[in-house]
């Protein structure tokens, strides 16, 4: 008997093996695009454009042909995946509550691609947006991983010298891969979205080799900020992403910059997104959301 089950389990570890090596395969072979829903377009117009072989989106409201401010929105998605249809739906909510232009770029995604390859996108998508628009009318947003490839295009622009946007909104962002705070272990117990072990590989496979995974890039928790301005950060206590947003906030205000943080106690990960808490804390953080855009 003891024989028999040993035999089963070996063969369920060789199976989940082989789909795990697969599943590295295909992600590794594929170019992950994302592609938006038919639904956005009931009140939202969508225009799709190339940018350096890659997909911009960008979405208007059918009402608002042009635009006050325009958002240039970074998807989360742990570098890995596109953006999701909560994503789209948040977007077109953001949109027509506030009149404003989104543009969202489908920018390289881990493994088959690395931080480099983001870089070598979002930094002359930025200058060209910013060619044609005044930064002080350029919001810069994320959510998640989205959030910390916001922070490091700022951290990269400003080495540049180039101009910040207006304002930088920075949702649940994920601002250091390596997730070596001592915090995150008793946050995780509250998570019920992010696992740290599985952020981790992401991590690293965004980074190319563990080495880089300190790379301001990669972890912009690492980065100079003395010159960026106008940031809020908006987190929730049930996300293990969240004890880091305190160790930027110290670093930063010993380079003499203010970052505002919007702390819910009851939300989890990228929660007014993902709606995964109390709807009453999803709104009352979307609502501040608005207000944070406006």
Sequence with gaps: MAKKVLKVTLKLIVIILLASIMLLAYYMI???????????????????KKFIGRNLFIVTHKE???????????????YVAEATKEHW???????????????LPDYPLTPKYTYKDVFAMMVPLYKEITDNINPEDLILMGDS????????????????????PGKTILISPW?????????????????????????????????????????????????????????TIFTGKNDILNPDVYVLNERAKKVGVN?????????????IINQNSESKVVEEGYKDLIKAIK
Aim: charged share 35%; glycine share 8%.
């Design 89 to 103: 739906q948040f977007i077109e909510r953001m949109v027509e509550d506030t009149g404003y232009r989104v543009i």
């Design 175 to 231: 601002l250091d891969v390596r997730l070596t705070n001592p915090k995150i272990d008793e946050v995780q117990k509250r998570d019920k979205e992010l696992n740290k072990e599985t952020l981790k590989i992401a991590g690293i496979a965004y980074a190319g080799k563990e080495e880089e995974t300190g790379n301001y890039l990669v972890s912009p928790i690492e980065g100079d900020l003395s010159k960026l301005k106008n940031i």
């Design 30 to 48: 594929a170019d992950i695009e994302t592609k938006p829903p038919r639904e956005i377009e009931n009140i939202c117009e969508l225009e799709t």
């Design 64 to 78: 608002h042909k042009n635009p006050d401010k325009t958002i240039l929105y970074c998807h989360g998605g742990s």
């Design 259 to 271: 970052i505002e943080i919007k702390e819910y106690e009851e939300a989890g990960h990228i929660w």
């Design 145 to 164: 991983a989205g959030g910390g490839l916001s922070l490091a295009l700022l951290e990269r622009l400003s080495k540049d010298n180039k101009e910040m």
